[in-house]
């Protein structure tokens, strides 16, 4: 039996020393074997047939060593290599869902915060007459404009000084953002604190202003209100953000506080008492 033509499976064919009775047998048996194993009728992880019928007359050694070709070991290390890709790719794609949740849901919850407060500072806007004329009469300092807000509110410190508050877009870079400035009512002008609203960047703000600008004018939506003797009933602030994934509720407050209880108008001097 030539190279190629040996079984996969060592098998030692020497015997130890037995009676010549068994001799003859012991042959016969192998040629079976060697006639089995060309037919592959058995399985070759089990012992040939002549070493499992006669096991005490023919002590031989059986040493197989059963492994896998190259060919399929380089299909097995190929199918792997696949699959670790699919499964890696599927880990990839479930992170960056999971990145872009996080980051909608933050960039929602600071929207959410930021128009709480808003509409809190709005709803505590106090009406401070400015200046007033024979005229014209009382002005109260509120100044609004399609796209931006000036507000006089309580200082978020709690302090009960007024705060000048302006909400407006500013941009930075190429992009726009909707950001608050704050300045003490005593303070001078210019020295303003900018407060970042750390919202997404927006395409477009539009405020708007419903209440009646003439005593004889029927409430409606207006898109200035300015030098006037009254705070607006409502003030509806819509804001577009250049990612459409965000979302901003069209915000509309009602400012509480109608008349300036702290001033006492002098009639001569067409102004508040001691102001």
Not at 43 to 64: D, F, G, H, M, V
Not at 81 to 91: E, K, R
Not at 266 to 274: F, K, T
Request: with cysteine; net charge positive.
């Amino acid at each position: 039996m030539n190279a190629l033509s040996e079984p996969f499976c060592a098998i030692s064919m020497d015997p130890l020393p037995v009676s010549r009775g068994d001799t003859e047998e012991a042959e016969k048996r192998r040629e079976e074997f060697r006639g089995a194993y060309a037919r592959r009728s058995f399985r070759i992880s089990q012992p040939p047939p002549y070493l499992r019928t006669k096991p005490a007359a023919l002590r031989l050694a059986w040493r197989c060593q059963a492994g896998f070709t190259l060919v399929e070991l380089l299909v097995s290390l190929t199918l792997l290599g696949m699959l670790s890709l699919v499964l890696l790719g599927g880990l990839h794609f479930g992170r960056s869902v999971w990145q872009a949740s996080e980051t909608k849901t933050a960039a929602v919850d600071r929207v959410r915060a930021f128009q709480a407060a808003l509409a809190s500072e709005l709803e505590r806007a106090y009406p401070e007459i400015g200046e007033a004329n024979a005229t014209e009469g009382s002005k109260v300092k509120f100044d609004g404009a399609r796209d931006r807000v000036t507000f006089l509110t309580p200082s978020p410190d709690n302090s009960g000084m007024l705060v000048q508050t302006t909400v407006r877009p500013e941009g930075f870079g190429d992009r726009v953002y909707l950001v608050e400035a704050r300045r003490p009512e005593l303070a001078r002008a210019g020295r303003e604190a900018v407060v970042e609203s750390h919202l997404p960047a927006i395409a477009s703000v539009r405020l708007s202003y419903f209440g009646s600008i003439k005593d004889n004018e029927a409430p409606d939506w207006h898109e200035s209100w300015s030098n006037q003797g009254k705070f607006p009933d409502l003030v509806r602030v819509r804001v577009t953000f250049a990612d459409r994934r965000f979302g901003w509720p069209d915000l509309i407050v009602r400012p509480r506080v109608q008349a300036d209880v702290t001033c006492t108008f002098d009639p001569l001097a067409r102004a508040c008492s001691g102001r």
